[in-house]
């Protein structure tokens, strides 16, 4: 399935992705077309990502203020995740407005989210690995001993963002097939799809999350990571593109095509 807000408005290619057989990812409420949709097929996946870290300072507060308390009452939810880090409690995009934490300041502080989050929702929980950039906001939240020791403290699944592991590989000079074969695939709860950007070859420049459809590069990835023994047989895959209805249409169909092959080869 794909993760857009593209899907917010009604159209026929948007109700025919939303109607394509496998799971669905939210990011908020969702269009009340779409909810009807999910209210009918109520066999079929349901998670639920939110775009904030657990050590932020606001994670309660914009809990309940984006009405995630409500939406996880009123909604079939089977897994939701949200963001791995950052490592200080407050930040302006990704710059730390306070200082940097340790790795057991971050470990006291996640604690206390996922306390809170069970009040509201019972299920499987998951965190994404982040984007590595060299502003003091990304350690050592983005490096894989941390990732794996944390998410096993916790019990958490990874919500395996490929596109993220290739920036944070590109901005600390790793290979990404070393960075990416470093972190728990055998935790991974699902995976998101996007292609990232990266600058020329020999360039200083910082790579980038930038959700543009994906390229042969990044299927070429995520072909490697679905044919690795140590990733879960049922981890789902979601497109991640927020730019053009019918270019997330042919990405979906070739994600269907990609999946169908490995089923049957």
């Known amino acids: 399935m794909v993760i857009s807000h593209l899907l917010a408005a009604p159209s026929r290619l948007g109700r025919r992705l939303a109607e394509a057989r496998g799971p669905w990812s939210l990011r908020g409420r969702p269009p009340a077309w779409l909810g009807d949709i999910i209210r009918r097929g109520r066999d079929r996946r349901l998670s639920f990502h939110w775009g904030r870290g657990a050590v932020e300072a606001d994670f309660k507060p ?35 407005c306070s200082r940097p934490l340790p790795a057991a300041a971050l470990r006291r502080h996640t604690e206390t989210a996922l306390k809170f989050i069970r009040r509201h929702y019972q299920g499987p929980l998951a965190a994404e690995n982040y984007n590595f950039y060299p502003t003091g906001l990304y350690g050592p939240v983005t490096e894989p001993d941390f990732i794996r020791t944390h998410l096993a403290e916790f019990d958490l699944g990874l919500v395996l963002d490929l ?22 695939l055998e935790r991974t709860a699902e995976i998101h799809l996007s292609r ?18 994906p390229g042969p590069e990044d299927w070429r990835f995520l072909r490697n990571i679905l044919e690795n023994p140590r990733l879960p047989v049922r981890a789902p895959v979601f497109v991640e593109y927020y730019g053009n209805l019918s270019k997330l249409g042919l990405a979906q169909s070739r994600l269907e095509k990609l999946l169908d092959n490995l089923e049957t080869g």
């Not at 990232?196 to 459809?213: V, Y």
Request: hydrophobic share 45%.
């Open 62 to 96: 914009a809990f309940r203020r984006e009405g995630l308390d409500r939406l996880l009452a009123e909604t079939p939810v089977e897994l939701f995740s949200f963001d791995l880090g950052p490592a200080a409690r407050r930040r302006a995009g990704p710059f730390p």
């Open 163 to 184: 596109a993220h592991a290739r920036v944070t590989a590109h901005n600390l000079g790793l290979d990404p097939a070393v960075y990416l074969a470093a972190l728990p």
């Open 196 to 213: 990232p950007w990266l600058p020329p070859p020999a360039s200083r420049l910082q790579a980038a999350d930038a959700h543009e459809a």
